[in-house]
């Protein structure tokens, strides 16, 4: 089948890579357009368009799916299929285009955690299990008939950078066997029970703010889902710092909600219910580190308080 790839972020760059090395073919990409990134603000382009770049592939970056200029040049690809791998909402004059429609790759089991965070909020409720979903688009969001599924496993020690990653693997299998098994015409889709229906909204600045009185393993997951960005946050002796790895402290010491322990060898955060020991953090304006590295450069030590000072 001719194949219009839509994506923006490394999560999409999986998908597209298989579909270039399979029997499909990919008539273009559509993503965003280029725009300011990284500590410099550069203006570049987005990972996926790189990819696109690197495989020779036709790019189209709307601002507007409205524009005339842009229709004409999606229809010029004559693609039965759009495959769609975290991209913006699509309007129905661009999702119905294709002979064979849209078809979107979801990081989760629908209809869990429809929305824009789905890894972050499995992780963030302790999912010991997620998946992705393949589904065909249509005007509500994430609600489209389902086509296929496949579960994956959440390790203890993931965040949503390593989650993220296995999910885009196991996403982009299963896209293409969706669009092989649609060309057959023996693939149905089936209807999502919203009785099971969950949402996964969009992180924002509030999420990532760490509330000490919260027990020590809903801190803990918190983290993990920030990971690598944008980071659960705090502050301490004037210091606004991100934490990036936490376990629960399995010998607590005492601490009250919201008092940090610094000694030679070790951070621990008292919180709600349990402790919490810092493994790995960035101080504002400093790069990331692991606690051994952190305490060879920071020399105070005692009990601080959390969004406060030193005692």
């Known amino acids: 089948m001719k194949v219009a790839f839509f994506g923006t972020p490394e999560f999409s760059i999986p998908s597209l890579e298989r579909f270039s090395k ?132 959440i390790s203890d020690d993931d965040d949503a950078g390593s989650l993220g990653q296995k999910l885009a693997e196991a996403g982009a299998r299963l896209l293409v066997e969706t669009i092989s098994e649609l060309e057959t015409g023996r693939l149905q889709a089936r209807s999502q029970n919203t009785d099971f229906a969950t949402r996964a909204p969009k992180i924002t600045r509030e999420h990532t703010i760490i509330d000490w009185k919260r027990p020590a393993g809903d801190i803990r997951n918190q983290i993990r889902a920030l990971a690598p960005q944008p980071g659960a946050s705090t502050s301490f002796d004037g210091h606004k710092i991100k934490i990036y790895r936490g376990e629960v402290n399995d010998n607590p010491i005492g601490l009250k909600p919201g008092e940090l322990t610094i000694n030679d060898q070790s951070i621990t955060a008292g919180t709600g219910a349990g402790e919490l020991r810092i493994m790995e953090l960035q101080i504002e304006g400093k790069k990331r580190m692991n606690t051994t590295a952190f305490l060879r450069g920071f020399r105070p030590r005692g009990v601080f308080k959390l969004i406060g000072e030193k005692r």
Request: net charge positive.
């Open 22 to 153: 399979s029997r499909h073919q990919l008539v273009g990409v559509v993503t965003a357009p280029d725009r300011p990134r990284g500590r410099g603000k550069a203006v570049s382009p987005t990972p996926i368009a790189e990819a696109a770049q690197r495989l020779g592939l036709p790019i189209l970056k709307p601002v507007d799916f409205d524009n005339s200029d842009f229709l004409e040049a999606l229809r010029a690809w004559n693609a039965d299929v759009f495959a769609v791998v975290a991209f913006r909402i699509l309007p129905e004059a661009v999702f119905a285009m294709p002979k064979f429609g849209s078809i979107n790759l979801h990081a989760s089991l629908l209809p869990a955690y429809r929305g824009a965070a789905p890894i972050q909020w499995a992780l963030w409720n302790g999912e010991k299990e997620t998946g992705v979903t393949t589904f065909q688009i249509q005007q509500k969001v994430d609600s489209g008939n389902i086509y296929k599924q496949v579960r994956v496993e």
